[in-house]
């Protein structure tokens, strides 16, 4: 059966607590592992699925989509690169949104106004923004008049 890990070590060379171990055993994003004496044993390949799972969830990825890939990886195919292509495109909607957000918050420190609600441009902004423009929109919007 060669060198087998219990729950404890697997958690020390991760750095992933036992609980979250547990928990992601239950999502299946770690397979069950054999049992000895009724105590978990995962072989060591598991710190490398754990390793996987880390950089996914520190890439953008959320653990339920984190298991889908690992399923889309363990079939044949390429379905994880359709799982790739959708959170790249969501990663670069939510760069676009905090893109604009930055902007804004640096032309709200530019404002020449001690109260910010004292600003026609910031008012005629989120007036934009309850008419359903997003940020980039609004700030669009205010800025080009």
């Given at each position: ?57 520190n890439?953008?990825?959320t ?68 008419s ?14």
């Open positions: 059966m060669g060198e087998q890990l219990t729950i404890g070590e697997l958690a020390s060379r991760t750095g992933v607590a036992t609980s979250a171990l547990r928990y992601w055993e239950e999502l299946g994003l770690l397979p069950a592992p054999a049992r000895v004496s009724g105590q978990r044993r995962y072989p060591p390949s598991a710190v490398g699925l754990v390793g996987l799972v880390l950089l996914l969830r890439v953008g990825f653990l339920r989509e984190a298991n889908g890939f690992i399923e889309a990886r363990s079939a044949s195919g390429d379905g994880w690169r359709e799982l790739y292509r959708r959170k790249l495109t969501e990663l670069e909607q939510r760069i676009a949104q905090a893109q604009a957000a930055r902007t804004a918050i640096a032309h709200g420190l530019c404002c020449p106004h001690e109260d910010l609600l004292e600003c026609r441009k910031f008012a005629d902004g989120v007036e934009a923004l309850m359903g423009a997003s940020v980039e929109e609004a700030h669009d919007e205010v800025h080009s008049r």
